[in-house]
């Protein structure tokens, strides 16, 4: 039987299929994976692949999958065309189904924006997949810390940065340049950095103190409210999606001062709030980021 002749429409069509298929399964790891300080610390790793590297999967399929539909259309724009004529007629007759259809893709759109239910509810879920307890536990206090040199990761330390180096050499690691970066330091000797950490200073998250952490209480520990107000300081002032969805309630809870306290504080800047407004809402209305809001409410 002759080979039949090669299609480039069908390889494109076979190459969709395939993005689709690529697309929805690493979409789905992505919305389970832990955030990136905790899996970069961690070395995070599922089906034996890296948080960063399921990403660069799901981004090169994206890129791969809009190249091929744009493919697609060229190989088939008469059809396409035609069929859109087609149905354009069929919907200008089904004003009902248009304006269903219509109606949900803004609704959809809006809901995803404003964080409307039940979309908070899947954003929220999220947000509990990405924060895992258990791996919280094993994470620092200070947000990528692996891409700190050992002189910074020792201000976060008991230790100083000769002692930490001292350390790491009596315990026969590898260390060619003392200025490189922690998380290479700990990918060079087959560790992650939060194994490498534990081992040169016996406790993760340590501080020396007031004087050098930044603020630390007692021995250089951040706990609750605080240990999350610094973490979104050191992402560079980021919007802080997790802690701008979080209520003042649970915010208050977490600061350890009541909410009655914290709206009468809110409201000596001329601010109206209410126990379930969230964090990113209060910090729009003070004109502040939401890592600042812990301030205001304190005051």
Known sequence: MAEKKFRGKTLTSFTIIWGF?????TGVILYFTP???????????????????????????????????????????????SYFKTKM?????????????????IFFVLGSYYEWQPFSTLFEWREVFKNQEQLIKSSTVVPHMEEMTIEEIAEYTTRTKDEIIQIIRDKGYKLADENRLFGEIAEDNGKSPDALFNEITGKSGSGRGAGQGGGRKGDGELEGADAEHEQQEARGGGSGSGFGRMSLEDLCKQAGITVDEAIKNLKGNNIEVSSTDKIRDIANKLGVRPSEVLDYIKK
Do not use: P, Y
């Open 35 to 81: 955030a990136g300080r905790i899996a970069n610390w961690t070395n995070w790793t599922l089906l034996g692949l890296t948080k960063d590297e399921w990403q660069n999967i799901h981004t090169v399929f994206a890129c791969l999958f809009v190249i091929c539909a744009a493919f697609h259309i060229f190989f088939n724009w008469r059809v396409i065309l």
């Open 89 to 105: 007629s069929e919907g200008m007759q089904r004003k009902k189904e248009l304006s269903i259809a219509t109606l949900l893709t």
């Open 21 to 25: 298929i690529i697309l929805a399964f």
